[in-house]
């Protein structure tokens, strides 16, 4: 998989899948993006059709009802989504790296025979319960708690921000909580919550700035009863597993950020050749052609570095440096570009029914979503001895 690093050239079927998601995005994403933005409505019709397509099972193997593929296909997906619309994007990388992956890199055998096969077909989704009201960055200062009660779990308190929480295909949340105390520490653990759980609920949805197509809710824990066998992985490994998933879902925030980055730059360069002011096409002004450049060059350099820790991933090696250098760099090509793209179309990009005035919005959380800027140049720092 690496040897494209080095050739530029995609092997042939991840090309054929970056081509069959990209005419996808096309054909079936973009006419209904500006509506479900406008409306605040989940895109069940385009979900069922990324679920048809087998998105959601990419990276899993086939016995557990996958594709066989891998992380680095799933991100190559996010990048041709990203392009068009970064909700059904977020939507579909929560769904596998934030909800299935758990399942996938954690759970026991009956754990992942269960949830596995329903998560990959797309016809179910899981969420992934970490950030609470005093715990986003630190998300060791979890509160929620969960004690053994016989043979069962109760859990209480509550989550912030959790995607797929409250869609009607959602089935499964993921819920880290406060176990006991090893040595002072809190002792974190994960336990698998089924949807609908009495004491659960997904509390009404978010008025966000962006991302209005994807589905946000804060949660809240009212002695949630769950059998002892939904313990996920090892009894205080729950935060430690965790980061884990995130090291991972950084690379696919990465090419996420990086769709969009690249959907400027495409909006951006068939507006420049059409649009004419002064008796000429805009585009052949320096001035738009170099922030065009610009733009372009931030696309790829953040296209390198997430393709570079997808490869370091999938051979094995230590790549959480590469994965929040790729995460940076790419959410910050991303929110460059909106903001240049914005201004290349002037006051048609004030419009929300322009997709750069939508990526304008969506993009800013790229910078602060499953690790803010300052925590990836943290993890840098840490990572070069400092």
Same mark, same amino acid.
């Given at each position: 998989m690496t040897d494209f690093l080095a050739t530029g050239t995609l092997p042939d079927h991840y090309e054929q899948l970056a081509k069959t998601v990209r005419d996808f995005a096309q054909s079936v994403v973009a006419p209904v993006a500006a509506k479900h933005d406008e409306e605040h409505s989940f895109p069940y019709e385009v979900?069922?059709?990324? /679920?048809?397509?087998?998105?959601?099972?990419?990276?899993?193997?086939?016995?557990?009802? #996958?594709?066989?593929?891998?992380?680095?296909?799933?991100?190559?997906?996010?990048?041709?989504?990203?392009?068009?619309?970064q909700s059904v994007a977020i939507t579909l990388e929560a769904g596998v790296s934030l909800g299935a992956m758990p399942v996938y890199r954690f759970g026991n055998d009956e754990q992942k025979q269960e949830w596995l096969p329903l998560l990959a077909s797309g016809r179910a989704l #899981?969420?992934? $319960?970490?950030?609470?009201?005093?715990?986003?960055?630190? *998300?060791? /200062?979890?509160?929620?708690?969960?004690?053994m009660d016989g043979s069962s779990w109760i859990i209480n308190g509550s989550k912030q921000f959790i995607t797929n929480s409250g869609t009607d295909i959602t089935k499964l949340v993921t819920v880290t909580a406060v176990t006991?105390?090893?040595? #002072?520490?809190?002792?974190?653990?994960?336990?698998?919550?089924?949807?609908?759980?009495?004491?659960?609920?997904?509390?009404?949805?978010?008025?966000?700035?962006?991302?209005?197509?994807?589905?946000?809710?804060?949660?809240?824990?009212?002695?949630?009863?769950?059998?002892?066998?939904?313990?996920? $992985?090892?009894?205080?490994?729950?935060?430690?597993?965790?980061?884990r998933i995130l090291d991972e879902g950084r690379i696919a925030i990465a090419a996420l950020s990086v769709g969009a980055a690249q959907g400027c730059v495409d909006e951006s360069v068939k507006y420049a050749k059409e649009r004419e002011?002064?008796?000429?096409?805009? #585009?052949t002004n320096q001035a738009?052609?170099?922030?065009?450049?610009?733009?372009?060059?931030?696309?790829?350099? /953040?296209?390198? /570095?997430?393709?570079?820790?997808? *490869?370091?991933?999938?051979s094995g090696k230590p790549f959480k440096k590469q994965a929040a250098i790729a995460k940076l760099v790419a959410s910050e090509a991303a929110m460059d570009n909106a903001r240049d793209a914005t201004q290349i179309f002037g006051g048609y990009g004030f419009m929300?029914?322009?997709?750069?005035?939508?990526?304008?919005?969506?993009?800013?959380?790229?910078?602060?979503?499953?690790?803010t800027t300052e925590v990836q140049l943290m993890l840098i720092g840490r990572e070069l001895g400092l």
């Open positions: 979900v069922a059709g990324m /679920a048809d397509m087998g998105l959601f099972g990419l990276p899993f193997p086939e016995e557990y009802g #996958g594709m066989g593929g891998d992380y680095f296909a799933l991100c190559l997906a996010l990048e041709e989504l990203g392009k068009v619309d #899981g969420a992934f $319960g970490l950030t609470e009201a005093g715990g986003g960055s630190d *998300a060791g /200062a979890t509160k929620t708690t969960a004690r006991g105390e090893i040595d #002072g520490r809190k002792e974190i653990s994960s336990i698998l919550v089924p949807v609908p759980t009495a004491g659960f609920t997904a509390e009404p949805a978010y008025n966000k700035v962006g991302w209005n197509a994807s589905d946000t809710h804060p949660l809240s824990f009212d002695d949630v009863r769950v059998p002892q066998e939904n313990l996920l $992985g090892e009894r205080g490994r729950g935060y430690a597993n965790f980061l002011a002064f008796g000429r096409k805009i #585009g738009i052609a170099f922030k065009i450049a610009r733009m372009e060059t931030r696309a790829h350099v /953040a296209r390198a /570095a997430y393709y570079d820790a997808a *490869a370091l991933m999938l929300n029914e322009y997709p750069v005035a939508r990526h304008y919005r969506d993009s800013k959380i790229l910078e602060i979503g499953e690790g």
